[in-house]
């Protein structure tokens, strides 16, 4: 019954769609104008890859619950290299960065943190060189600030000096009150701030590459459309920046996930939109080549475009934005739409000349390819839709976008194309001027074929054994940097700091509270795979006790006070003395200088003792004033508590502490040859870490479990969908064999696929896993217009690619083909990876359907007549007279 009321179903469409042409093309452009203003008002790009994963898995609630309480997360960072001692890099990195927080579209812009803003104990975690240097410096500050009188604590000084190598900057801040006092001028020891007023810069562990954190304001557009914006705007002042500040010669650039995920898009969304160019003009190309006219060509060209046009309102509709997996839809959508208009083409041409006018053979038409043309459709549809199931939302939303997308692409070109075929006067000329591509090859090569089914079937089955066994060599590659454009800004700079040790963006992140923080850093650190502990864990050095004993061993030393000097000409003496002394040294003319001047004013004075005797008390005064504070500062930092958060500057404790108070660990990976994101190396280091902290997150894991993710969608979503086409296909054929039959191209197509990519090494990704539901719905299409081409006559060879049925097939997989293989011009690595992929199922899938699948409907014949000719001599011997 089904049949008959679709027939009659397809039978009333094309008769209306042509005998209505205007109508039917108003109603279509109008639809489509509708459609485009829709999206272009509400489509988004989103390029954040967790988007992409459903918030209810706990590892990504785990790292949704990060970003909310670690509001500095999506950071992106300016890089500046150069040689690690050059100090003027890490002026030229605070300026930079003084100049962005002022900069329209920043919140913060941190180069570094100067000491002053951090606690007096932070020092104790330094790097080593610096945690010597500040431990000789309190250590002299100790036995200087013992002395009761400036005078005797020159003396203190200098004696310390002379055991260290000092240099002119040091001598001038240290010996700069006792040459004020001495020239006359104000006096103050401020020790304090020269000790602690010091620039930090944030550098790579090699000193090569200065960073700065930058904060974007979070664009009203909350699209990747707008981050890439803020981004555009921020390289482009730091250039100008560079520029007024004659330092354009610094190599510099901008990296962090959401500047990675920014340009990843960005260059998706235009490969993309190249693609999507190359392959509707292409399939134009190829379209007037075949039709030898350019009327159907472009007739056809038009449906595509209000098909797709109504793709876009669906995205609209259904979705709401697209994301680096979806974006590529409409490629996709250009090869497999104007496969419709090919099916109904090569059919009119065959079937034209017994119709006297278009409505007529139209709705012929449509009664003989309409069925395999809605089966086509729908299974590739449900195919697509078999993804809406999955956990990961990416592959859930690709699965629904397209999947409409078809079956809007199929009412579109059995709408527009036969009503722009009814608007045309010549089409029967058009179509009788048409060769299709092909005819001669399955003339010369299927035919032969199928008199030999049954060695078609063994060479077949044996290529695909061999295949198969090729494809266990297959693995999945979970590093997305792989996927990306080598000569992306972002990936290149996050390429240069995974090669510093512990400055990988790809640290595993672990929040916990400030209790458990120092037993759980203690034991992270004794992890194989682990290179260091940052984040709140640089509080716990490994040498942290021996550091405590060094410190100890200062603070404990008893102090011998310094002999004190009561003589008024002592310290201008002293300071003569030290005059002498720089003699020959061109570094420290400046400072001698300063000694003459002084000394100089001093003699000038011999006949004033009151004014001397003036100047001697301000320094005595200062010291009075200076010298408590200065012991209570030392003492303070020499005490024996190790630094806790209270000592962290503001920029550090923003990062790292949580607005709920957890403390944030960052576990940097061993620095390798091979990316941590590497196959090899990611699982084990996620493992490794949640041996000891299973609640660990951060990018490694969200890499590793949306791989995961993945391939578990993908492989659930292809066994979905072999289950709903299988049923599809049974309603449609009422038989379990032709249901059977019609995919085996596709069982095929994906062992040939898989095979060919172990054979030549492409490794499964991210990207490339979409052929799963792409194989398997273009696959199914072919196979049910070859099964309803034969049950229409079994008897006409080859079976089931007469009639227009075998060029349709060949010239549909060729424009899919090309549809994919446009993609290949693509930068992202990914998308390149996905067309090549497609292209090969697709050429495989095509030989299966023009060869085994013949094969096996000519044996079926046999047996069938074998079947029927034992029934007929049966028969005939039992009624034969006895």
Not at 120 to 125: I, Q
Not at 229 to 236: D, F, K, T
Not at 352 to 375: C, E, H, I, W
Not at 767 to 786: E, K, Q, R, S
């Amino acid at each position: 019954m089904h049949r008959h009321f679709r027939d009659r179903l397809l039978d009333r469409w094309g008769r209306l769609v042509t005998r209505r042409p205007k109508l039917t093309l108003v109603v279509c452009s109008l639809l489509a104008i509708v459609s485009i203003a829709t999206a272009i008002t509400t489509i988004q790009m989103k390029g954040d890859r967790n988007a992409l994963i459903s918030e209810d898995l706990p590892w990504a609630h785990r790292y949704a619950t990060y970003r909310a309480d670690f509001p500095r997360w999506d950071d992106v960072i300016i890089c500046l290299e150069g040689d690690p001692l050059d100090a003027s890099i890490d002026t030229l990195a605070r300026d930079l960065a003084k100049h962005l927080q002022h900069t329209s579209g920043i919140d913060n812009a941190d180069a570094g943190f100067d000491a002053s803003q951090a606690g007096p104990r932070l020092w104790h975690v330094a790097p080593i060189e610096q945690f010597d240097t500040t431990l000789q410096e309190l250590a002299t500050g100790r036995l200087i600030t013992a002395a009761e009188t400036p005078a005797a604590a020159l003396v203190a000084m200098l004696q310390q000096q002379a055991n260290a190598t000092t240099t002119p900057s040091q001598l001038k801040t240290s010996l700069g009150p006792w040459i004020d006092a001495i020239a006359g001028r104000p006096v103050t020891f401020d020790w304090i701030s020269a000790m602690s007023d010091r620039w930090q810069p944030f550098r790579t562990s090699s000193g090569r590459i200065r960073l700065i954190m930058v904060t974007l304001t979070k664009p009203a557009d909350a699209s990747i459309g707008g981050l890439a914006s803020s981004l555009g705007a921020v390289r482009q002042d730091v250039a100008a920046w560079l520029q007024s500040a004659q330092r354009s010669d610094i190599p510099w650039g901008i990296t962090g996930i959401p500047a990675i995920e920014a340009d990843e898009t960005a260059q998706a969304t235009q490969d993309s939109t190249i693609a999507s160019i190359i392959a509707f003009l292409l399939v134009t190309l190829m379209l007037i080549t075949v039709f030898r006219r350019v009327r159907l060509p472009l007739m056809a060209a038009v449906a595509l475009v209000i098909g797709i046009a109504w793709s876009f309102g669906w995205v609209a509709l259904s979705i709401g934005h697209l994301q680096l997996l979806s974006m590529v839809f409409s490629a996709i959508l250009i090869g497999l739409g104007v496969d419709f208009a090919l099916h109904i083409v090569t059919r009119l041409r065959v079937v034209q000349s017994k119709y006297d006018n278009l409505p007529d053979a139209m709705s012929q038409v449509f009664r003989d390819v309409g069925p395999g043309l809605l089966t086509g459709a729908t299974t590739t549809a449900v195919a697509f839709g078999c993804t809406a199931f999955s956990a990961f939302l990416g592959v859930a939303e690709m699965g629904i976008i397209a999947g409409g997308g078809v079956m809007l692409c199929l009412v579109a070109m059995m709408s527009a194309f036969p009503a722009l075929l009814a608007l045309s006067s010549r089409w029967r000329n058009d179509l009788t001027a048409m060769r299709p591509l092909g005819a001669n090859t399955l003339r010369y090569m299927v035919r032969p074929l199928h008199k030999r089914a049954g060695l078609v079937l063994f060479v077949g089955g044996t290529f695909t054994a061999l295949l198969i066994a090729a494809s266990t060599q297959l693995r999945y590659d979970s590093n997305i940097m792989n996927l990306q454009p080598p000569g992306l800004e972002a990936v290149t700079w996050q390429r240069a700091l995974a090669d510093e040790p512990g400055d990988d963006l790809w640290s595993g992140l672990i929040m916990t509270t400030p209790e458990q923080a120092p037993q759980l850093t203690e034991q992270l650190r004794s992890l194989a795979h682990v290179q260091s502990i940052g984040g709140m864990g640089m509080l716990f050095p490994a040498d942290l006790a021996a550091r405590q004993a060094k410190v100890a061993e200062v603070r404990d030393q008893p102090i011998k006070p310094p002999v004190e000097a009561t003589s008024l000409g002592f310290v201008p003496t002293v300071l003569s003395s030290v005059r002498d002394r720089l003699d020959g040294q061109p570094a420290f003319a400046s400072i001698r200088d300063q000694l003459d001047a002084a000394v100089q004013s001093w003699r000038q004075l011999d006949h004033n003792t009151a004014e001397r005797q003036a100047r001697i008390d301000r320094l005595n005064t200062a010291w009075d004033h200076a010298r408590p504070m200065t012991t209570a500062w030392i003492a303070e930092a020499l005490a024996p508590a190790p630094p806790g958060p209270s000592d962290l500057p503001p920029v550090l404790a923003s990062q790292w502490i949580g607005t709920d108070g957890q403390w944030l660990l960052r576990v940097a990976p061993v620095s390798a040859n091979s990316s941590v994101l590497a196959p090899d190396r990611l699982a084990t280091f996620v493992d490794e870490i949640r041996s000891v902290a299973p609640n660990v997150l951060g990018p490694p894991v969200q890499i590793l479990e949306s791989s995961r993710l993945i391939v578990r969608a993908y492989v659930t979503s292809g066994l979905l969908a072999m289950i709903a086409v299988l049923l599809v296909l049974l309603f449609d054929f009422r038989s379990i064999t032709d249901a059977a039959t019609a995919m085996m191209p596709v069982f095929v197509g994906f062992a040939g696929t898989f095979g060919f990519m172990g054979m030549i090494g492409i490794d499964l990704n991210f990207a490339n896993l979409m052929v799963l539901p792409l194989i398997f719905g273009i696959g199914v299409d072919a196979g049910v217009h070859v099964i309803h081409r034969w049950r229409s006559d079994p008897s006409i060879r080859p079976p089931g690619l007469w009639g227009g049925t075998g060029s349709g097939i060949l010239l549909t997989t060729v424009t899919t083909a090309i549809g994919f293989g446009a993609l290949m011009v693509a930068e992202h690595r990914g998308i390149r990876s996905l067309a090549i992929v497609m292209v090969i199922g697709l050429l495989i899938t095509l030989a299966a359907a023009w060869t085994i699948l013949p094969a096996v409907l000519r044996i079926r014949q046999r047996r069938w007549q074998a079947i029927s000719r034992r029934v007929d001599r049966h028969s005939a011997g039992a009624n034969r007279p006895q």
